[in-house]
């Protein structure tokens, strides 16, 4: 009678270490957020479906003004343009890609380049000529102070 063999279990180690550090990533990143199948890099903060970058915003308000950040690493404030227009807020630029030809090899690339473009729809409150941006290391922050009328005057309710 033949002997059973047992099942063979998949090696854990596939020799590479890039390799295996790679597949484990890819199998957390796919748990957190779903399988990313035909979505190129659309899992990750900063890149559309197709593998385009498109800077991660944060925007906030408070009484006096919203305030806009972009996440731009690695670019300085000449690569991004920044127009505002008819109520329209256009943010955009281009990463440009930078290889110094040594003698070395790439072996993983995950950094994206390329143009991008947000465009985002300003709330009436906004007082347009007021706007005001700065650049410090990779982040661009957009200061949009309201119009005096739109400011909120809090008052106290009586109740009863």
């Given at each position: 009678m033949a002997e059973d063999k047992p099942a063979k279990q998949p090696a854990l180690w596939s020799g590479s270490p890039f390799g295996d550090f790679r597949k484990q990533m890819?199998?957390?990143?796919?748990?957190?957020?779903?399988?990313?199948?035909?979505?190129?890099m659309a899992g990750f903060p900063g890149f559309t479906g197709n593998g385009a970058l498109s800077?991660?915003?944060?925007?906030s308000e408070n009484d006096d003004h919203l305030t806009m950040t972009?996440?731009?690493?690695?670019?300085?404030e000449d690569d991004v343009e920044l127009v505002v227009?008819?109520?329209?807020?256009?943010?955009?630029?281009?990463?440009?890609?930078?290889?110094?030809?040594?003698k070395e090899d790439t072996h993983v690339?995950?950094?994206r380049y390329g143009s991008f473009q947000?465009?985002?729809?300003?709330?009436?409150?906004v007082d347009e000529a007021k706007i005001k941006a700065r650049f410090d290391k990779g982040v661009l922050t957009v200061t949009m102070?309201?119009?005096?009328?739109?400011?909120?005057?809090?008052?106290?309710?009586?109740?009863g």
């Amino acid at each position: 009678m033949a002997e059973d063999k047992p099942a063979k279990q998949p090696a854990l180690w596939s020799g590479s270490p890039f390799g295996d550090f790679r597949k484990q990533m890819d199998d957390l990143v796919e748990s957190f957020f779903g399988s990313s199948e035909g979505k190129g890099m659309a899992g990750f903060p900063g890149f559309t479906g197709n593998g385009a970058l498109s800077p991660a915003i944060d925007i906030s308000e408070n009484d006096d003004h919203l305030t806009m950040t972009a996440e731009l690493p690695g670019m300085s404030e000449d690569d991004v343009e920044l127009v505002v227009r008819d109520g329209v807020l256009t943010l955009k630029g281009e990463k440009k890609f930078e290889q110094k030809q040594e003698k070395e090899d790439t072996h993983v690339m995950e950094r994206r380049y390329g143009s991008f473009q947000r465009v985002m729809t300003l709330p009436d409150r906004v007082d347009e000529a007021k706007i005001k941006a700065r650049f410090d290391k990779g982040v661009l922050t957009v200061t949009m102070p309201k119009k005096a009328e739109a400011k909120a005057a809090a008052r106290k309710i009586a109740i009863g």
